[in-house]
């Protein structure tokens, strides 16, 4: 028969192993709710961009030279004036979380569903632009300089109407939750008014950069 000591020493034991699982439990409980937390709150600073609706309002975009586009019905914008080529395109933020875009890649031809496009490629911003959460903004670009690598091919995509894929880089208000979003931009097929230069946009993919992408 056990002595009372020995008793003792299971009965101590024993306590301290269930202390000891119910202090694993209560932590990884504690850990999934910080996570499913710090999920909740990512997500309610997530910007998603998609091109803007055909019943949004009207924006007048204005460039440093003093040129001016006004895009409408959820049109881009792709003109050549004065040697100058001017792009455009209307934004719609469609998540709860303000958009602060960083930067841009365009090539002349459509992609699908190829490789993510690398971040060194990208063009950064000249200025801040945001688009608030349920509502639109744009982005926009140009290129003046001739001998800018990007200058004859985008021309000559302009003056063709082959049609432009655009990769906007963008975060949320913190720095964090980068995406790239591409659209593709195209001539109208019936371009009935006096602004031809206005067209038609959507959007094809998305890429999350500091997170696993869910595809």
């Not at 020995?6 to 850990?31: K, Y």
């Not at 998609?50 to 309002?57: L, V």
């Not at 090539?107 to 801040?128: A, I, K, M, T, Y």
């Not at 432009?164 to 939750?177: A, N």
Request: net charge negative; hydrophobic share 35%; glycine share 6%.
């Amino acid at each position: 028969m056990a002595d009372t000591s020995t008793i003792a020493s299971l009965a101590t034991a024993g306590g301290t192993l269930v202390l000891a699982v119910a202090t694993f439990s209560s932590t990884r409980s504690a850990n999934r709710a910080a996570r499913i937390s710090e999920q909740s709150l990512k997500a309610g600073l997530r910007p998603v961009l998609f091109n803007a609706r055909p019943q949004d309002p009207p924006q007048k975009v204005g460039y440093i030279d003093d040129h001016w586009v006004r895009l409408r019905d959820g049109l881009a914008a792709a003109q050549i004036d004065d040697e100058r080529l001017y792009l455009a395109i209307p934004l719609r933020n469609v998540a709860s979380g303000l958009a602060v875009l960083h930067g841009w890649h365009l090539s002349e031809h459509r992609r699908g569903n190829d490789s993510e496009p690398s971040v060194d490629d990208f063009r950064r911003l000249q200025r801040d632009l945001y688009v608030p959460a349920g509502d639109i903004s744009f982005w926009q670009a140009a290129l003046r300089d001739r001998e800018d690598p990007l200058y004859a091919p985008t021309r000559e995509a302009i003056e063709a109407g082959r049609g432009i894929s655009i990769d906007v880089l963008y975060g949320d208000h913190e720095g964090g939750q980068r995406t790239i979003t591409r659209f593709f931009i195209t001539p109208r097929t019936h371009a009935g008014d006096e602004e031809p230069w206005l067209w038609a946009c959507s959007t094809s993919r998305h890429w999350n950069l500091d997170r696993e992408d869910p595809r």
